[in-house]
Protein backbone atom coordinates (compact mmCIF):
# COMPACT_ATOMS: atom_id res chain seq x y z
CA UNK A 1 0.00 0.00 0.00
CA UNK A 2 1.38 3.50 -0.88
CA UNK A 3 2.07 6.13 1.88
CA UNK A 4 2.76 9.57 2.14
CA UNK A 5 3.54 11.95 4.62
CA UNK A 6 1.06 13.93 6.02
CA UNK A 7 1.41 17.42 5.88
CA UNK A 8 3.92 18.63 8.53
CA UNK A 9 2.45 15.85 11.20
CA UNK A 10 5.84 13.92 10.83
CA UNK A 11 3.47 10.85 10.25
CA UNK A 12 3.03 8.72 7.28
CA UNK A 13 -0.20 7.56 6.21
CA UNK A 14 -1.65 4.92 3.82
CA UNK A 15 -3.17 6.74 0.82
CA UNK A 16 -6.35 4.21 1.42
CA UNK A 17 -7.59 5.21 5.18
CA UNK A 18 -9.89 3.12 7.13
CA UNK A 19 -13.03 4.62 7.90
CA UNK A 20 -14.62 3.77 11.33
CA UNK A 21 -17.76 6.12 11.63
CA UNK A 22 -19.91 2.75 10.85
CA UNK A 23 -18.82 0.52 13.69
CA UNK A 24 -21.38 0.05 16.02
CA UNK A 25 -23.77 3.15 14.10
CA UNK A 26 -23.57 5.44 11.38
CA UNK A 27 -21.18 7.92 12.55
CA UNK A 28 -22.10 10.22 15.43
CA UNK A 29 -25.90 10.34 15.37
CA UNK A 30 -27.11 9.37 18.71
CA UNK A 31 -30.45 7.89 17.07
CA UNK A 32 -28.59 5.07 15.57
CA UNK A 33 -25.92 4.29 18.29
CA UNK A 34 -25.47 0.58 18.95
CA UNK A 35 -26.37 0.15 15.28
CA UNK A 36 -24.00 0.03 11.87
CA UNK A 37 -21.70 -2.27 11.35
CA UNK A 38 -21.33 -5.34 14.42
CA UNK A 39 -18.25 -5.79 16.37
CA UNK A 40 -17.68 -8.96 14.35
CA UNK A 41 -17.68 -7.60 10.77
CA UNK A 42 -16.00 -4.48 12.03
CA UNK A 43 -13.29 -6.89 12.97
CA UNK A 44 -13.50 -8.67 9.49
CA UNK A 45 -12.85 -5.26 7.98
CA UNK A 46 -9.92 -4.09 10.03
CA UNK A 47 -8.05 -7.65 9.36
CA UNK A 48 -9.21 -6.90 5.69
CA UNK A 49 -7.68 -3.21 5.72
CA UNK A 50 -4.68 -4.81 7.65
CA UNK A 51 -3.99 -7.48 4.40
CA UNK A 52 -4.40 -5.00 2.10
CA UNK A 53 -2.04 -2.81 3.67
CA UNK A 54 -4.11 -0.05 5.31
CA UNK A 55 -2.53 1.11 8.30
CA UNK A 56 -4.38 4.25 8.85
CA UNK A 57 -8.01 3.99 10.63
CA UNK A 58 -10.16 6.72 11.09
CA UNK A 59 -12.50 7.21 13.95
CA UNK A 60 -14.21 9.66 16.14
CA UNK A 61 -15.27 9.70 20.45
CA UNK A 62 -18.88 10.02 19.01
CA UNK A 63 -18.97 7.33 16.65
CA UNK A 64 -21.37 4.82 17.74
CA UNK A 65 -21.69 6.80 21.08
CA UNK A 66 -18.15 5.47 21.43
CA UNK A 67 -18.31 1.86 20.13
CA UNK A 68 -16.21 2.59 16.92
CA UNK A 69 -13.20 3.23 19.45
CA UNK A 70 -13.95 0.63 21.46
CA UNK A 71 -14.20 -2.22 18.65
CA UNK A 72 -10.79 -0.95 17.37
CA UNK A 73 -9.22 -1.15 20.70
CA UNK A 74 -10.85 -4.20 21.44
CA UNK A 75 -8.98 -5.20 17.82
CA UNK A 76 -5.72 -4.44 18.82
CA UNK A 77 -5.44 -5.98 22.13
CA UNK A 78 -5.88 -9.07 19.42
CA UNK A 79 -2.68 -8.25 18.04
CA UNK A 80 0.53 -8.43 18.19
CA UNK A 81 3.13 -5.64 19.05
CA UNK A 82 4.22 -5.81 15.51
CA UNK A 83 0.99 -4.78 14.43
CA UNK A 84 -0.41 -2.51 17.19
CA UNK A 85 2.55 -0.73 16.39
CA UNK A 86 2.06 0.03 12.88
CA UNK A 87 -1.46 0.74 13.16
CA UNK A 88 -1.62 4.65 13.14
CA UNK A 89 -4.78 6.18 14.59
CA UNK A 90 -6.99 9.33 13.86
CA UNK A 91 -9.37 10.20 16.13
CA UNK A 92 -11.52 13.38 16.50
CA UNK A 93 -13.86 15.33 19.13
CA UNK A 94 -16.66 17.62 19.22
CA UNK A 95 -19.78 16.10 19.09
CA UNK A 96 -22.00 14.98 21.95
CA UNK A 97 -21.30 11.37 23.24
CA UNK A 98 -25.37 11.23 23.61
CA UNK A 99 -28.34 12.65 23.75
CA UNK A 100 -28.31 15.48 25.71
CA UNK A 101 -24.93 15.53 26.77
CA UNK A 102 -22.39 18.51 26.10
CA UNK A 103 -20.22 19.11 22.93
CA UNK A 104 -17.18 21.60 21.55
CA UNK A 105 -14.04 22.18 21.85
CA UNK A 106 -13.34 23.93 25.41
CA UNK A 107 -9.92 23.01 27.01
CA UNK A 108 -11.73 21.17 29.89
CA UNK A 109 -13.92 18.88 27.31
CA UNK A 110 -10.90 18.28 24.86
CA UNK A 111 -8.75 17.07 27.92
CA UNK A 112 -11.79 14.90 29.36
CA UNK A 113 -12.75 13.05 26.03
CA UNK A 114 -8.92 12.68 24.71
CA UNK A 115 -8.33 10.63 28.43
CA UNK A 116 -11.92 8.44 27.31
CA UNK A 117 -10.61 7.94 23.61
CA UNK A 118 -7.37 6.64 25.27
CA UNK A 119 -9.44 4.40 27.52
CA UNK A 120 -11.29 2.57 24.55
CA UNK A 121 -8.48 2.48 22.30
CA UNK A 122 -6.39 0.81 24.67
CA UNK A 123 -3.29 3.53 24.45
CA UNK A 124 -1.32 5.63 25.63
CA UNK A 125 -0.78 8.06 22.86
CA UNK A 126 -2.63 8.78 19.16
CA UNK A 127 -0.46 9.89 16.27
CA UNK A 128 -3.16 11.80 15.11
CA UNK A 129 -6.19 14.10 16.98
CA UNK A 130 -8.95 16.64 15.54
CA UNK A 131 -11.61 18.86 16.66
CA UNK A 132 -14.59 17.44 14.76
CA UNK A 133 -16.20 20.44 13.48
CA UNK A 134 -15.06 24.18 14.65
CA UNK A 135 -16.76 25.89 17.48
CA UNK A 136 -18.18 29.06 17.32
CA UNK A 137 -18.40 28.91 20.94
CA UNK A 138 -14.86 28.69 21.91
CA UNK A 139 -12.41 30.60 20.76
CA UNK A 140 -9.86 29.09 18.26
CA UNK A 141 -6.91 30.30 20.99
CA UNK A 142 -8.31 28.28 23.54
CA UNK A 143 -8.55 24.82 21.72
CA UNK A 144 -5.61 25.57 19.89
CA UNK A 145 -3.81 25.87 23.91
CA UNK A 146 -5.27 22.79 25.18
CA UNK A 147 -3.96 20.85 22.04
CA UNK A 148 -0.51 22.70 22.90
CA UNK A 149 -0.79 20.68 26.10
CA UNK A 150 -1.80 17.20 25.29
CA UNK A 151 1.04 17.66 22.56
CA UNK A 152 3.44 18.32 25.35
CA UNK A 153 2.43 15.83 27.84
CA UNK A 154 2.80 13.35 25.31
CA UNK A 155 -0.63 12.54 24.45
CA UNK A 156 -1.31 13.28 20.89
CA UNK A 157 1.14 13.42 17.95
CA UNK A 158 -0.40 16.29 15.23
CA UNK A 159 -3.57 17.78 15.55
CA UNK A 160 -5.47 18.81 12.31
CA UNK A 161 -9.06 20.10 11.32
CA UNK A 162 -12.14 18.57 10.36
CA UNK A 163 -15.01 20.37 8.84
CA UNK A 164 -13.48 23.68 9.10
CA UNK A 165 -14.26 26.36 6.23
CA UNK A 166 -11.44 28.13 4.89
CA UNK A 167 -11.87 31.29 6.23
CA UNK A 168 -11.56 29.30 9.92
CA UNK A 169 -8.44 27.60 8.94
CA UNK A 170 -7.13 30.71 7.52
CA UNK A 171 -7.85 32.26 11.03
CA UNK A 172 -6.59 29.68 13.25
CA UNK A 173 -3.08 29.00 11.08
CA UNK A 174 -3.20 32.80 11.59
CA UNK A 175 -3.42 32.86 15.56
CA UNK A 176 -0.80 29.49 16.22
CA UNK A 177 1.76 31.74 13.79
CA UNK A 178 1.07 35.09 16.25
CA UNK A 179 0.72 33.10 19.39
CA UNK A 180 3.54 30.35 18.83
CA UNK A 181 0.56 27.84 19.20
CA UNK A 182 0.67 23.93 17.63
CA UNK A 183 -1.12 24.78 13.92
CA UNK A 184 -3.02 22.36 12.29
CA UNK A 185 -1.29 20.08 9.80
CA UNK A 186 -4.20 18.57 7.90
CA UNK A 187 -7.69 18.88 6.86
CA UNK A 188 -10.15 16.31 6.77
CA UNK A 189 -13.32 18.07 5.22
CA UNK A 190 -16.10 16.13 2.74
CA UNK A 191 -14.88 15.92 -0.97
CA UNK A 192 -15.66 14.03 -3.95
CA UNK A 193 -16.74 14.24 -7.65
CA UNK A 194 -20.56 15.26 -6.22
CA UNK A 195 -18.62 17.56 -3.55
CA UNK A 196 -15.73 20.25 -4.56
CA UNK A 197 -16.24 22.89 -2.78
CA UNK A 198 -13.15 23.01 -0.83
CA UNK A 199 -11.54 23.36 -4.25
CA UNK A 200 -11.87 27.49 -4.12
CA UNK A 201 -12.22 27.60 -0.30
CA UNK A 202 -9.45 25.38 1.25
CA UNK A 203 -7.21 23.96 -0.96
CA UNK A 204 -5.56 27.45 -1.28
CA UNK A 205 -4.79 27.52 2.35
CA UNK A 206 -3.54 24.23 2.07
CA UNK A 207 -1.37 24.74 -0.65
CA UNK A 208 -0.06 28.02 0.90
CA UNK A 209 0.61 26.40 3.94
CA UNK A 210 2.15 23.27 3.19
CA UNK A 211 -1.34 21.08 4.95
CA UNK A 212 -2.25 17.98 4.26
CA UNK A 213 -6.14 16.49 3.40
CA UNK A 214 -7.57 13.70 3.70
CA UNK A 215 -11.19 13.85 2.63
CA UNK A 216 -13.88 11.64 4.31
CA UNK A 217 -17.23 10.84 2.28
CA UNK A 218 -14.84 10.66 -0.80
CA UNK A 219 -17.73 8.32 -2.23
CA UNK A 220 -20.62 10.44 -1.10
CA UNK A 221 -22.52 8.75 1.46
CA UNK A 222 -22.45 6.32 -1.22
CA UNK A 223 -24.02 8.09 -4.31
CA UNK A 224 -21.06 7.66 -6.47
CA UNK A 225 -21.16 3.64 -5.50
CA UNK A 226 -23.82 3.46 -7.96
CA UNK A 227 -25.99 2.34 -5.48
CA UNK A 228 -28.68 4.84 -5.85
CA UNK A 229 -30.68 4.33 -9.17
CA UNK A 230 -33.07 7.06 -10.84
CA UNK A 231 -36.99 6.41 -10.01
CA UNK A 232 -35.80 3.83 -7.83
CA UNK A 233 -36.34 3.42 -3.66
CA UNK A 234 -32.95 3.41 -1.97
CA UNK A 235 -31.78 -0.14 -0.61
CA UNK A 236 -32.55 -1.38 2.41
CA UNK A 237 -29.87 -0.12 5.28
CA UNK A 238 -28.38 2.38 3.00
CA UNK A 239 -27.45 5.87 4.12
CA UNK A 240 -30.34 6.74 2.16
CA UNK A 241 -32.92 4.55 3.25
CA UNK A 242 -31.60 5.39 6.95
CA UNK A 243 -30.48 9.20 6.96
CA UNK A 244 -30.64 10.76 4.27
CA UNK A 245 -30.97 14.67 5.10
CA UNK A 246 -27.00 14.93 4.18
CA UNK A 247 -27.17 13.68 0.83
CA UNK A 248 -30.72 14.37 -0.18
CA UNK A 249 -30.03 17.27 -2.03
CA UNK A 250 -27.94 14.91 -4.93
CA UNK A 251 -31.97 13.41 -5.80
CA UNK A 252 -31.81 15.41 -9.23
CA UNK A 253 -31.38 14.55 -12.79
CA UNK A 254 -28.55 16.51 -13.27
CA UNK A 255 -26.86 14.19 -10.56
CA UNK A 256 -28.20 11.13 -11.94
CA UNK A 257 -26.96 11.97 -15.69
CA UNK A 258 -23.52 12.52 -13.97
CA UNK A 259 -23.50 9.36 -12.24
CA UNK A 260 -24.16 7.26 -15.43
CA UNK A 261 -22.04 8.64 -17.27
CA UNK A 262 -19.13 7.60 -14.60
CA UNK A 263 -20.29 3.71 -14.84
CA UNK A 264 -19.74 4.15 -18.99
CA UNK A 265 -16.33 5.34 -18.13
CA UNK A 266 -16.18 3.22 -15.70
CA UNK A 267 -16.92 0.50 -17.64
CA UNK A 268 -15.13 1.22 -20.45
CA UNK A 269 -11.73 1.31 -18.37
CA UNK A 270 -12.20 -2.05 -16.83
CA UNK A 271 -13.13 -1.13 -13.33
CA UNK A 272 -15.57 -0.58 -10.87
CA UNK A 273 -17.54 2.85 -10.19
CA UNK A 274 -15.69 3.24 -6.77
CA UNK A 275 -12.35 2.49 -7.84
CA UNK A 276 -12.91 4.99 -10.61
CA UNK A 277 -14.56 7.48 -8.44
CA UNK A 278 -11.29 7.28 -5.54
CA UNK A 279 -8.92 7.51 -8.19
CA UNK A 280 -10.44 10.88 -8.90
CA UNK A 281 -9.95 11.81 -6.03
CA UNK A 282 -6.41 10.42 -5.44
CA UNK A 283 -5.42 11.75 -8.38
CA UNK A 284 -5.80 15.76 -6.90
CA UNK A 285 -2.35 16.55 -6.00
CA UNK A 286 -3.57 18.49 -2.73
CA UNK A 287 -4.59 14.98 -1.25
CA UNK A 288 -2.56 12.64 0.83
CA UNK A 289 -5.35 9.85 0.84
CA UNK A 290 -8.83 9.53 0.81
CA UNK A 291 -11.03 7.84 4.04
CA UNK A 292 -13.27 5.07 2.78
CA UNK A 293 -15.96 3.20 5.41
CA UNK A 294 -16.75 0.06 4.08
CA UNK A 295 -20.07 -1.40 5.55
CA UNK A 296 -18.26 -4.93 5.20
CA UNK A 297 -14.91 -6.22 4.37
CA UNK A 298 -15.67 -7.11 0.81
CA UNK A 299 -15.92 -3.58 -0.24
CA UNK A 300 -12.27 -2.66 0.69
CA UNK A 301 -11.28 -4.22 -2.57
CA UNK A 302 -12.28 -1.98 -4.73
CA UNK A 303 -10.83 0.57 -2.90
CA UNK A 304 -7.13 -1.14 -3.01
CA UNK A 305 -8.31 -1.32 -6.67
CA UNK A 306 -8.07 2.57 -6.98
CA UNK A 307 -4.93 2.47 -6.25
CA UNK A 308 -3.51 0.76 -9.56
CA UNK A 309 -6.28 3.39 -12.17
CA UNK A 310 -4.08 6.15 -13.04
CA UNK A 311 -5.48 8.99 -14.40
CA UNK A 312 -4.01 11.93 -16.44
CA UNK A 313 -4.79 15.15 -16.19
CA UNK A 314 -6.94 15.37 -18.76
CA UNK A 315 -8.84 12.49 -17.54
CA UNK A 316 -9.16 13.89 -14.37
CA UNK A 317 -10.72 17.17 -15.68
CA UNK A 318 -12.98 15.12 -18.20
CA UNK A 319 -14.29 13.83 -14.96
CA UNK A 320 -14.84 17.14 -12.96
CA UNK A 321 -16.43 18.95 -15.98
CA UNK A 322 -19.40 15.88 -16.21
CA UNK A 323 -19.94 16.83 -12.44
CA UNK A 324 -19.55 20.41 -12.71
Not at 99 to 107: I, K, N, S, V
Not at 135 to 161: H, M, N, S, W, Y
Not at 191 to 198: A, H, K, R, T, V
Amino acid sequence: MEERPLGGTGVVVTRIILGCGSFGGIGSSPAFFGRGTSKDEAFRIMDTAWEHGITTFDTADAYGGGRSESFIGEWLATKSAGVRDRIVIATKTFNPMDEGQDHGLGRVRIRRQLESSLRRLGVERVALYLPHSFDPDTPQEETLEAFGDLVRAGKIGAVGASNFTGEQLAEALELSELEGLPRYEWVQNAFSLLEQGDRESVFPVCREHGLGYTPSSPLAGGWLAGIYRRGEAPPAGSRMALRPEPYAGYASDRVYDALEALERAARERGVSTVALALAWALSQPELTGVIVGPDHAGQLAAASEALDVHLSPGDRDDLTEVFS
